[in-house]
C-alpha cells in the first residue's frame, strides 16, 4: 500500500484578473521507502504540490490519502498531530528557521510538541539526532546563522527525522548547496532511507540529481503531468516535449556518473 | 561595547545620551539629595532662585523647594513615560500579531476597534478615563496607554503580514506547532524591531501626555509632577516667571533628549542593517 496517494490534486490561482491553474488534475503515489522524484521547469507547480500535500495551502480539488486515511479531513490537533509522520525540507534552511534560534531549540521543538521525549530527556535526544545526521553534538549551543549552509541543511534534516516520519518532503532540498555537499548530503538521505524506511517526494529541476536518488519521476509542465515513468528510464529516453528540454539541459559532466 | 559606539556615533545621539542619563541620576538621587516629602514647605513663600543657597532654585507660592520638586517631578515623569510606552508597546504589539497572523474575521474585528481609538483625540481620551476613574499614577499610566497603541499595532500587523508568509513560519507548522505558539513565539519577536522604533516618539508624548493631565489638575495629587508645577506658578506668571519656566524648561529638555537618543538608536540599527 502507497504512503501517499494524490488524486486530482487542483489549485487554482488568479493572475491578472483570469484563473488559472498552477496545479491541474495531478495523480500520484509514494510507496513505503520510495523515493518519488517531481521535476519541471520553474512555474510547472512542483512547489505548489508540496505545499498542498503539508496541507500549507489548501487545494481547490482533489484528495489526498496519507497512510491511508483521507489526510484533507484533518482539522486543528488532529492535523497537528499527524504531521509528525509527514516532514518537509525547505531549499533554503535559513529561511526554513527561526532567525533567533539556536541548532538545539530547532531540534527541541518538534520533539517536544509531539511529546517524543520528557524535558530531561530531550538533550541526549538532541545530541543523538545530530550524530545520526553526521554534525558534532557541540553544535547543538550554536546559533542558526552561525553554521554552515551544508550543517544548516543537516540540522533540517534532523528536525525532520525527530519524529520518525514515513514521508519526507524535500522541495529543492540540495538545489542550494554547493556540489560537494551536496553529494554528501544526498548520500546522508539515501542512507537514512535504508536505514529508517522512509519515503521521500523529492522535488528538484535538477535531473542529474534525481537519476542519482530517485526511483520513480513525474515531469510536470504548465502544473499537468506531462510525463511519468522509471527515473533512469525517463532520463535516458523522454517522450515529452518538457522531459527533452529538461534532459537537453542537465550539465554534461553527468555522464561520468553511474 | 561596539553597539554603544555606534550608538554615540552622532552628536545628537550624545546630546540625547546624555540628558536622559542627567533626568535618570536625578531621578535615582532624588530621595537621596531630597529625602521627605518634597511637598512640605520647608522656607518662606516665593523666596526667588540663587538667593538661599539651601534653597538654590528659591521656594514657590507655598514656600515649598523647587529644587526638591524638581527632582522628585523627573520621578514621575520618567516612570509614567516608560510605563505607559511599555504598556502601549504591549498591547500594541499583541493586538498588531494577533491581527496580522489571523487574518479574516479577527483582523478586520481588532483593525476596526483599532480605527475606533484612533479616530477619538487621544488626549481626549485620556482626560475622560481620567476624570472617571479618578487621578491615581496607575490611572494615568492606563490612559495614556490607551490612547497610544494604536501606532505599534499598525505597525505590529504590517510587518507580520510579511513574516507570516517566510518559510520558517510554513516549517513551524509543519512540525505540529500550535498557531497561537506560531505568532508569539516564531513570528512577534522577529517583528518587535520596526515596533520598537516607535518607542522613544511614545515615551516622549506619554511625558506630555501626563504633564498636560497635571497642568488641568487631573494628576496623582500625592506626587510632584512638572505639569503640576508649571500649573502652579501659573497663579504668579508675571512676579515670578521662573516656578513656570523652570518645570517647562526641564519638561522639554527631557521630551528632546528621548527623541535624540530614540533617533539615535534608530540611526546605528539602520547602519547595522545595511551593513549586513
Known amino acids: 500500500m502507497s504512503v501517499l496517494a494524490v488524486t486530482n490534486l487542483t489549485k487554482r490561482y488568479h493572475r491578472g484578473g483570469k484563473p488559472f491553474a498552477a496545479v491541474d488534475e495531478v495523480s500520484f503515489d509514494v510507496g513505503p521507502a520510495e523515493t518519488l522524484a517531481l521535476a519541471g521547469p520553474s512555474g510547472s507547480g512542483k512547489s505548489t504540490i508540496a505545499r498542498l500535500v503539508l496541507r500549507l495551502i489548501e487545494p481547490d480539488a482533489g484528495r489526498i490519502d496519507f497512510e491511508g486515511a483521507n489526510f484533507l479531513a484533518l482539522s486543528g490537533a488532529a492535523l497537528r498531530a499527524r504531521r509528525a509522520r509527514l516532514q518537509m525540507v525547505f531549499q533554503d534552511p535559513l529561511a526554513a528557521f527561526n532567525p533567533r534560534a539556536t541548532v538545539a531549540r530547532v531540534l527541541d521543538d518538534p520533539l517536544r510538541i509531539h511529546g517524543i521525549a520528557p524535558r530531561s530527556e530531550r538533550p541526549h535526544r538532541i545530541a543523538a539526532l545530530l550524530e545520526r545526521v553526521g554534525l558534532d553534538t557541540g553544535l547543538a549551543a550554536r546559533a542558526i546563522h552561525e553554521i554552515s549552509g551544508g550543517q544548516r541543511q543537516r540540522?533540517?534534516?534532523?528536525?525532520?527525522?525527530?519524529?520518525?516520519?514515513?514521508?519526507?518532503?524535500?522541495?529543492?532540498?540540495?538545489?542550494?548547496?554547493?556540489?560537494?555537499?551536496?553529494?554528501?548530503?544526498?548520500?546522508?538521505?539515501?542512507?537514512?532511507?535504508?536505514?529508517?524506511?522512509?519515503?521521500?517526494?523529492?522535488?528538484?529541476?535538477?535531473?542529474?540529481?534525481?537519476?542519482?536518488?530517485?526511483?520513480?519521476?513525474?515531469?510536470l509542465d504548465a502544473g499537468r503531468i506531462a510525463e511519468s515513468g522509471d527515473a533512469r528510464a525517463v532520463i535516458a529516453d523522454p517522450q515529452s516535449a518538457v522531459g527533452k528540454a529538461l534532459v537537453a539541459a542537465m550539465p554534461k559532466l553527468i555522464r561520468n556518473r553511474p | 561595547m561596539k553597539r554603544l559606539r555606534r550608538f554615540l556615533h552622532t552628536p545628537e545621539a550624545i546630546a540625547g545620551a546624555f540628558i536622559l542619563a542627567l533626568l535618570l541620576v536625578m531621578a535615582l538621587t532624588a530621595p537621596l539629595f531630597f529625602p521627605g516629602d518634597p511637598q512640605a514647605i520647608a522656607g518662606p513663600a516665593l523666596l526667588p532662585p540663587f538667593q538661599d543657597w539651601s534653597l538654590p532654585l528659591g521656594t514657590d507660592r507655598l514656600g515649598r523647594d523647587v529644587l526638591a520638586e524638581l527632582f522628585h517631578g523627573a520621578r514621575t515623569s520618567l516612570a509614567v513615560g516608560l510605563a505607559a510606552a511599555a504598556a502601549a508597546l504591549l498591547i500594541g504589539a499583541v493586538v498588531g500579531t494577533l491581527a496580522g497572523f489571523a487574518g479574516g474575521l479577527v483582523d478586520e474585528a481588532l483593525m476596526r476597534i483599532t480605527d475606533a481609538f484612533q479616530t477619538v483625540p487621544s488626549f481626549l481620551l485620556a482626560l475622560a478615563f481620567v476624570s472617571i476613574i479618578g487621578p491615581s499614577l496607575g490611572v494615568v499610566v492606563a490612559a495614556i496607554a490607551l490612547s497610544a497603541w494604536t501606532g505599534p499595532a499598525r505597525v505590529a500587523r504590517a510587518e507580520v503580514l510579511s513574516i507570516r508568509e517566510r518559510d520558517c513560519v510554513a516549517g513551524a507548522r509543519v512540525i505540529g506547532m500550535h498557531p497561537l505558539e506560531i505568532a508569539f513565539r516564531e513570528v512577534l519577536p522577529n517583528a518587535l524591531p520596526p515596533v520598537l522604533a516607535l518607542s522613544s516618539v511614545i515615551v516622549a508624548a506619554a511625558i506630555l501626555t501626563e504633564a498636560a493631565l497635571s497642568f488641568l489638575g487631573l494628576g496623582d495629587p500625592n506626587r510632584v509632577t512638572w505639569g503640576g508645577m508649571i500649573a502652579e506658578g501659573r497663579a504668579v506668571l508675571r512676579t515670578a516667571p521662573l516656578l513656570s519656566i523652570v518645570p517647562g524648561v526641564a519638561l522639554m529638555l527631557t521630551v528632546l533628549g528621548v527623541y535624540l537618543a530614540g533617533e539615535g538608536v534608530v540611526e546605528s540599527t539602520a547602519v547595522r542593517r545595511s551593513l549586513s
Open chain 1, 155 to 219: 540540522v533540517a534534516i534532523a528536525r525532520a527525522i525527530a519524529t520518525r516520519p514515513s514521508l519526507i518532503v524535500l522541495d529543492e532540498a540540495v538545489s542550494a548547496l554547493d556540489v560537494s555537499v551536496r553529494g554528501q548530503i544526498l548520500e546522508l538521505l539515501l542512507d537514512l532511507q535504508r536505514q529508517e524506511r522512509i519515503a521521500y517526494l523529492f522535488i528538484s529541476h535538477d535531473l542529474g540529481v534525481i537519476r542519482a536518488v530517485a526511483d520513480r519521476v513525474v515531469i
